[in-house]
């Protein structure tokens, strides 16, 4: 993308309105614009973030087994009737009316929907295990919306359903999910660590949050330093595998949020192991048995020919939320520092000076090596200003092109991470960024 014609619109002023660095930069960078109180428009730059982040949840779904599907926004008050959901929910519920007068719902999560839709289809035990998910606009009239896109009103979560014959099935479906979330956030460089947590308006009587430790964080955690370690996970079985020794190394030792810290259990950590630290939490994952099946009537034919009502989790991931929590983990004075996995664009070529035959020529050289995932800065402007969008910005890479080195057919290279710089051909430098 060329910057002299791309919609990308940074600011110089810090928004007052910001709290905490991830919502500044976010609006500094051009990356959302709100539109209301807790709800954002994503311009560009922020869109393509979240589509990443999206894709990388969306790999690991389908890996781990589960399919994607995409329910609708809008539910009717009915199916929230049949839980006993619908007046349990609260304020919290956007409540609307069609022209009928029908009582309908802008949802806030879908155990209904999808555990109706489910119903229609399975019949008998070979109809299990299954595992749908969707990634989905939520709407949560949130009493307290802040810090941009990490308590939204309105927000993109991926959220997945399992069903499964008995106990024991959903047990491995939690564990499968439980792996998969700790993979889908190390490949964003973010160390999400599983805690025990209240299970809120969702039910149930087992839940993990994924929390990652953030100053900023709205919740309190407490944890044993060894969770910190994720090398673990590299050794862990592939997805076939039995994923109960991973699921051990986690849950062993002690991790809860401030609802379920117990005192008691705190003390037997020794105390140079204990961390207790701010967090965000960027996934939630629910086993809550027949809660859903049992009171929306649904069940199926076991092998014996007796009817059972299957059992059920749910696995949501912030995935919009977790865009500011990467920025929250990757960030400096300057600006965003993207790991390369999410980046918006891999590469920033920064043309130093428009017209000049030699860096006009080497910067579509090296801006064509990357395009689309490249963006060009030609737009007449001091190379201060350029150093600046492209700092606060965060692409991983930038090719720095000025006359001279360019006369000499050579380019300065940069590494946004650790500001690592290096002069090279452009050949090399090509190569560089490939790595
Ligand atoms: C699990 C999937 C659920 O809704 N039902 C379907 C279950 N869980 S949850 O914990 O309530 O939400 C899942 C994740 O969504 C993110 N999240 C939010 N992100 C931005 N703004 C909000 N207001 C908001 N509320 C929840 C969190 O990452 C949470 O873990």
Redesign the pocket.
Known sequence: MRLSRAFLPTLKETPAEAQIASHRLMLRAGMIRQTSA?IYAWLPLGLRVLQKVAEIVRQEQDAAGAQEILMPTIQTADLWRQSGRYDAYGPEMLRLRDRHEREMLFG????EMVTDIFKSYAKSYRDLPRNLYHIQW?F?D?MR?RFG?????E???????SFDLDYEGAQRSYRQMFVAYLRTFARMGLKAIPMQADT???GGNLSH??IVLAETGESQVYLHRDLLDFDVLASAPDRQGDLAPIVDFWTSRYAATDEKHDAAAWARVPAERQVSARG???????YFGTKYSAAMGLQVSGADGKMVVPEMG?????????VGALIEANHDEAGIKWPDSVAPFRLAVLNLKRGDAGCDALSERIYAAFDPDAVLDDREDRAGAKFADADLMGFPWQAIIGPRSAAAGRIELKRRATGERAELSVEDAIARIRG
């Open positions: 807790g806030p999560t879908n155990e939520k949560r949130e919306p896109v990490m308590r939204g009103r927000f993109l979560m991926k959220d997945a359903y809120g308006p969702i949050e994924f965000i939490e960027v996934g939630h994952i629910f749910s696995y949501g991931i912030g995935v919009s939320r977790l």
